[in-house]
């Protein structure tokens, strides 16, 4: 079930890279993303994933579409046939899916950092030198 | 454990954001190119809306530009200084990518964008000394200080526009590549006209001439090759003055003389030797409205973005307007209120070579002239390539000019070298010329302005609103003995060079003809009669002889018929030859397919039009006669040998039909002319038979077979225009070959009351892929119709009312 804080947390992403797209290369992206990671509570791996890469392929997806509307799409059409896929739609459909795995990447690399952050402070208590003896020799 | 899934995985995440954000081999940058906030999706939706607005302080004055429906761009500036300044700006705004890549191409710096691929064709571009031809050109013109400011306006407002740019407004071909655009610089104006010089008198045949010659002799070369044919009609025949001058200089050819041996195989890739152009011009008697009529239109190779930018430029003293080259400031070819010109190809050979003999092969220092030692002047370029290291290439000067073809370049067992003598590396001002024919107001302005213009080689055509119509073949030609530079020549012998240039005054021209009309196709400029040297690498038999038929049978001439001529698609090769080579045939060995194309060629008007059959079965019959009779010479393993011309096969073939050459190697029967003819019949017959079965979606029609495409200069895949639907074919009127042909066409008929111009090119006016007007022209280009361009009056720039039909008007200010 898709929960209520996820669309928000969503939708943030999504303005907030749309925002920062305007002044930054597209790499900015990763950044939200990778704090969303992070601060995202519940660390669901797949949903964390889930949600950047929805938001970033949505914005990425969206605008392209909005400017083949707006458009008419010429130079679509012509990369589609540079990149040899059947038709325009489907380079707006790279373009979202380029942008939702940068952003989804990003945030499984956030989430991922704090687990193994979260994970690290009790092993260094836990384990004395003798284990690391041990597994060494 | 888990800092490590943690690790890999943030490793590769950050590889890949790396990844989509380099070039990797044909791939563009993935993440930058398809980011729809700066990628190429923002080149959809610049450009064709026109939302930038020229933002400069540079502007001495008002301006003001108004874009037509074509996009042309008509600029009213008060100054120079703004005029072209907006001309380098405009010009850039539409085409940056195109003017940068041609300065890059012609500097031999395309490895930089392109890796490896391209290194052997930057090698050559240095090697041939166009960068040095271009620095040559720049310090010419500094020493007119009013051009030399043409060229830095026009340099300062391409900067104006770079310098106002983001990554998102980039041309798309940036972003494709992943490359910025850089600095442009006064030199770049420089190499873009020798970039274009070299297309025009790049094609020599001198080292296959020289391995023709040491095969079958100088007699036989002379029968293969004659240098005017019978029959042939020259632009200029028999001018009486020609009698008259007394001062005439004609360089002795040194009684030993003797043509050494030439490269024997890889000669390096050349321009197209169908690079040439029709115009012509038709006095105020023969047309309907009594005005005079100019029509242009050059062949090149046909390029998107499209090789002309057309646009208008005028200040209170000036008012010019006609087809630009991106990258050179003013009208090349064009018109203002009182004259038209129009421009082809003179092709008058100027590039000759030299055989370098060393003093000392290992070290290769020195080399020796009349017996002497002289050093090289080395010159050491670093070509650098994209994601490899630079390789260094050592350039040797000598008295001639650059060795091209050496040890490390063409040929790594030849103990030769062979320099490039080349009269675009001589300074001259030939911008110099192009802004005062701008300006001119009647022919003799018009053929002052000419004197400063050495090269390439060009046939002006010319009109005026005096009615005057005219012809001045222009070029600073070197006056040679007969024979000079048809050969590699020897280097070691300093009497081998150019005895000086035929004086600016016996170059040939004609005003007002009795005829009423003058015309030039690039067929020989004068006749035998004409007292110096003229020869060329190939002078065009068919066009030439066509436009005269038409030109001279004709009377009322309107606007419609000259646009009618320029799309005419007979082909006088085919009335000339086509029942020679029918009668030859030995009807009793058909089958039924070759009864029909029998019947069909019988019955054909001689028409190349696009849905015509006959001229397909025509083409390849010649293509396979032609091959089988110079089976001698075609693709010889280690000789590059030169192959006679179409038109002096079939002289030879109808007037003396005993030659040996005829005879084809492999069999031992000897062959006559009518063996070989039915032989090819039958092959060309079944290829194309072969063609249908492979292509049997497709209708056997001539465009369909032709199948022309204008690639784009970056042969970006999807940035071609492909099935371009269009008849014609070389020695055509209409010269549309497979990649090459009209690359523009323009119509002008001078009123007393200004030009009335149309025009189309086989593109556009923008470079951007994404803007309808990168390719808007070509489906009224392949119809053979013009568009009617505005020519606005001064005073419609200064009055508060805008002309209507403009989609766009920017007034600037101070």
């Not at chain 1, 046939?81 to 990003?106: E, H, Y």
């Not at chain 2, 450009?47 to 502007?59: A, E, F, G, M, W």
């Not at chain 2, 010889?636 to 030169?642: A, G």
């Not at chain 2, 055509?732 to 002008?748: C, D, L, W």
Request: proline letters at 5%; hydrophobic letters at 35%; aromatic letters at 14%.
């Amino acid at each position: 079930m898709i929960n209520k804080n996820e669309i928000i947390y969503g939708a943030t992403l999504f303005f907030i890279c749309a925002l920062l797209q305007f002044y930054f290369p597209w790499w900015i992206i990763a950044i939200p993303c990778f704090t969303f990671g992070i601060l995202n509570e519940k660390s669901n791996f797949f949903k964390t994933f889930c949600i950047a890469f929805i938001a970033l392929g949505l914005l990425w997806g969206l605008y392209a579409a909005f400017i083949q509307l707006y458009t008419g799409s010429e130079l679509s059409r012509r990369i589609s046939t540079m990149f040899q896929v059947p038709s325009n739609d489907f380079i707006g459909l790279i373009t979202a899916i380029i942008g939702g795995l940068t952003g989804g990447l990003s945030a499984l690399c956030g989430a991922l950092v704090k687990w193994s952050l979260v994970d690290l402070k009790p092993v260094k208590v836990q384990n004395s030198d003798s284990d690391d003896v041990d597994s060494d020799y | 454990m888990r800092s490590s899934i943690a690790g890999i995985i943030c490793a590769f995440t950050f590889f890949c954001i790396v990844a989509l954000d380099s070039k990797i081999n044909n791939f563009p940058p993935f993440g930058r190119f398809l980011d729809p906030f700066h990628g190429f999706w923002q080149n959809e939706i610049n450009d064709d809306k026109l939302k930038s607005q020229i933002h400069t302080t540079n502007l001495n004055n008002k301006a003001k530009i108004f874009y037509d429906s074509l996009l042309i761009p008509h600029i009213y500036a008060e100054n120079e200084h703004d005029l072209y300044f907006l001309q380098g700006y405009i010009t850039a705004r539409h085409r940056l990518w195109q003017m940068e890549f041609q300065a890059m191409a012609a500097s031999g710096r395309l490895s930089e964008v392109f890796g490896e691929a391209t290194v052997d064709y930057d090698k050559k571009m240095r090697r041939l000394g166009i960068r040095m031809a271009a620095e040559k050109f720049i310090e010419e013109t500094k020493k007119d200080k009013k051009i030399y400011k043409v060229i830095e306006s026009y340099s300062e407002g391409v900067n104006a526009y770079i310098n106002q740019l983001e990554f998102k407004d980039y041309p798309v071909e940036y972003k494709f590549f992943n490359y910025k655009p850089e600095e442009w610089t006064p030199l770049k104006i420089g190499l873009i006209f020798k970039f274009i010089q070299y297309s025009l008198s790049g094609t020599d045949y001198d080292f296959e001439n020289t391995n023709v010659l040491k095969q079958i002799g100088q007699k036989n070369f002379d029968l293969l090759f004659p240098n005017i044919l019978p029959g042939q009609e020259p632009i200029v025949n028999n001018d009486s003055i020609w009698a008259e001058w007394d001062d005439i200089v004609q360089p002795k050819k040194p009684s030993d003389f003797k043509p050494l041996s030439g490269l024997k195989k890889n000669v390096y890739y050349k321009p197209d030797p169908d690079n040439g152009s029709n115009n012509w011009a038709v006095a105020g008697s023969k047309t309907k409205n009594g005005n005079p009529i100019l029509s242009n239109d050059p062949h090149l190779n046909l390029s998107l973005p499209s090789i002309w930018f057309s646009n208008q430029l005028t200040t209170p003293l000036m008012n010019v307007m006609g087809m630009s080259i991106p990258g050179i400031p003013c009208v090349i070819s064009g018109y203002n209120d009182k004259i038209a010109w129009g421009v082809t190809s003179a092709r008058r050979d100027d590039k000759d070579w030299y055989k370098i003999l060393y003093s000392d092969h290992d070290h290769l220092s020195t080399y020796i002239v009349d017996g002497k030692y002289e050093p090289f002047e080395l010159n050491i370029e670093e070509i650098k390539i994209r994601e490899r290291e630079s390789i260094l290439d050592t350039i040797r000067y000598t008295i001639w000019g650059p060795i091209v073809y050496d040890q490390s370049f063409g040929n790594e067992k030849q103990r030769a070298g062979y320099a490039l003598r080349w009269s675009a590396h001589d300074p001259s001002s030939e911008l110099k010329s192009i802004y005062l024919m701008n300006k001119s107001q009647n022919y003799e302005q018009f053929s002052n302005s000419l004197k400063f213009f050495s090269g390439p080689s060009l046939n002006f055509a010319f009109i005026s609103s005096d009615n005057d119509i005219a012809m001045n073949i222009q070029g600073r030609f070197p006056n040679k003995w007969v024979d000079q530079g048809k050969f590699v020549m020897n280097g070691a012998r300093s009497d081998m060079k150019w005895q000086g240039y035929i004086p600016q005054d016996h170059n040939i021209n004609v005003l007002n003809p009795k005829k009423g009309f003058v015309s030039s196709a690039n067929e020989n400029p004068a006749g035998k009669e004409y007292p110096y040297y003229t020869y060329g690498q190939y002078y065009e038999y068919y066009r030439n002889r066509r436009l005269h038929q038409l030109l001279d049978s004709g009377q009322n001439f309107t606007v419609n018929d000259m646009s009618k001529i320029l799309n005419d698609n007979y082909s006088l090769f085919a009335k000339e030859n086509l029942h020679f080579l029918l009668n030859h045939l030995d009807q009793m060995q058909f089958n039924p397919s070759e009864k029909e194309v029998y019947d069909l060629l019988s019955k054909w008007d001689y028409h190349y039009n696009k849905d015509d059959v006959a001229p397909i079965y025509l083409e390849e019959w010649v293509n396979h006669l032609m091959a089988d009779i110079w089976d001698e010479f075609h693709n010889h393993p280690t000789k590059d040998y030169r192959l006679p011309t179409r038109e002096t096969t079939f002289y030879l073939l109808q007037h003396d039909s005993s030659l040996y050459f005829f005879d084809a190697l492999e069999t031992t029967k000897i062959e006559s002319i009518s063996d070989i003819i039915n032989n090819t019949f039958h092959s060309s017959v079944n290829y194309v038979e072969e063609w249908k079965q492979e292509n049997k979606e497709e209708n056997l029609l001539w465009s369909k077979y032709k199948g022309t495409k204008i690639k784009h200069m970056g042969l970006l895949p999807g940035f071609h225009a492909l099935n371009i639907d269009n008849g014609g074919y070389k020695g055509i009127i209409n010269a549309t070959k497979e990649g090459h042909g009209p690359s523009f066409r323009m119509v002008v008929e001078m009123t007393k009351n200004g030009p009335l111009a149309y025009q189309v090119i086989p593109g556009g006016q923008s470079g951007n892929a994404g803007s309808p007007f990168y390719d808007n022209q070509i489906e009224k280009f392949n119809k053979g119709e013009l568009f009617k361009v505005d020519f606005f009056k001064k005073d419609t720039f200064i009055s508060a009312t805008p002309p209507e039909g403009l989609i766009k008007i920017e007034i600037l200010k101070k």
